[in-house]
């Protein structure tokens, strides 16, 4: 009962922490940013279209939560090892009894599904599943503000920031993402659990050794407790995220001339140069203006480079047309209007009920 009630309590703050990056993902659908893979910078996305990444997660979490939920059976009336002995004198071994006593009192509980069999107690890889649910949702949390905090070293996303926190005690300048290391921590500790429950489950004997009952008691709270703070704070999150467009588009900027290499070379074989050759003055030009950028700090000149040599056909113009970040976007904002409109609406729709929910926090 106890795990039902707190999933159902995790829920409401599960579908709001949805809602938000739902809206997030909506309003910046067709922000350009840079990708990345390795950390380092790749095709470009837009930022919506990252913020589906999260959501994706999420929704997993959900459908792993509302199926646990309606799968979730009670244990009902068994007695000490299972057998119902106890109740066969009491019912002068009229079995039909305690199976009708069985059902009865499960629904008084709530519960429509019942198990057939049990020992003395339910069995503990119901423990597990709940507990490797909550370090899902935890994994999916420490995804988010590990992308947030490498976001707010970019300085192109930040967590909200109160007007009097302080962000270093030594270094007055500093914003640390406070909140999201919270979460980080939290999840971190939440993910240990798991294993805990498995090894109950795993090591129970028979039909029940009381082993697990220390183990249980610690396990389940806490995951329940750091899982609530996970999401609470997660939606304070993105009650007040704050994007920075001009910084995304300087970084942008800073790496599209590499980016738009493929296009170059296409475009000058098809106005009849030899494609080995293009290549290598392209390679040439690419490489002395990441010279300059690593070596000199200086701003990436190789579409200047392009545009200043004589022996390339290009039309000039039109490079600079195509030089829109939101060229190299492919299809990000569909996707991302797809994504949201199909797979999480529908879950923020059949939950309507639980949309609203206030995340103060003290930092």
Do not use: C
């Amino acid at each position: 009962i106890q795990i039902r009630d707190g999933l159902l309590i995790l829920k409401k703050k599960l579908v709001n922490v949805m809602k938000n990056l739902s809206d997030f993902a909506i309003q910046y659908k067709d922000l350009p940013t840079l990708g990345f893979t390795h950390f380092q910078p790749a095709q470009l996305t837009t930022v919506g279209k990252r913020a589906t990444l999260w959501l994706q997660s999420l929704v997993l979490d959900i459908e792993e939560l509302d199926f646990f939920l309606e799968t979730l059976r009670f244990r009902g009336v068994k007695g000490t090892t299972g057998t119902a002995a106890s109740f066969l004198e009491l019912f002068n071994g009229d079995y039909s009894k305690v199976k009708h006593l069985d059902k009865e009192l499960s629904k008084r509980f709530g519960f429509e599904k019942v198990f057939g069999v049990s020992g003395q107690t339910y069995d503990r890889k119901i423990d597990a599943k709940v507990v490797a649910l909550l370090g899902n949702i935890a994994q999916s949390a420490h995804k988010f503000t590990n992308d947030l905090r490498l976001l707010q070293n970019l300085k192109e996303i930040e967590e909200p920031f109160e007007k009097n926190q302080i962000g270093s005690s030594a270094m007055a300048y500093k914003r640390n993402p406070m909140r999201s290391e919270r979460i980080g921590a939290l999840a971190k500790y939440v993910m240990s659990l798991t294993t805990s429950s498995a090894m109950v489950a795993s090591t129970q004997w028979f039909e029940r050794t009381l082993d697990d009952s220390a183990n249980k008691r610690l396990t389940i709270p806490q995951a329940f407790l750091a899982v609530d703070a996970i999401l609470l704070i997660w939606n304070n999150i993105m009650n007040g995220i704050v994007v920075y467009p001009n910084r995304i588009n300087k970084h942008i900027m800073e790496e599209l001339p590499f980016m738009a290499t493929e296009y170059i070379i296409m475009e000058e074989v098809k106005a009849g140069g030899d494609r080995q050759e293009i290549h290598e003055i392209i390679r040439v030009h690419s490489m002395e203006a990441s010279k300059k950028v690593k070596e000199e700090g200086k701003e990436n000149d190789l579409i200047e480079r392009i545009l200043n040599d004589d022996s390339l056909k290009l039309d000039k113009s039109k490079l600079k047309e195509v030089l829109d970040p939101k060229n190299f976007i492919g299809f990000a904002p569909i996707q991302t209007e797809e994504f949201i409109k199909n797979e999480v609406q529908p879950i923020i729709d059949q939950n309507k009920d639980l949309i609203g929910l206030e995340a103060d926090l003290k930092v």
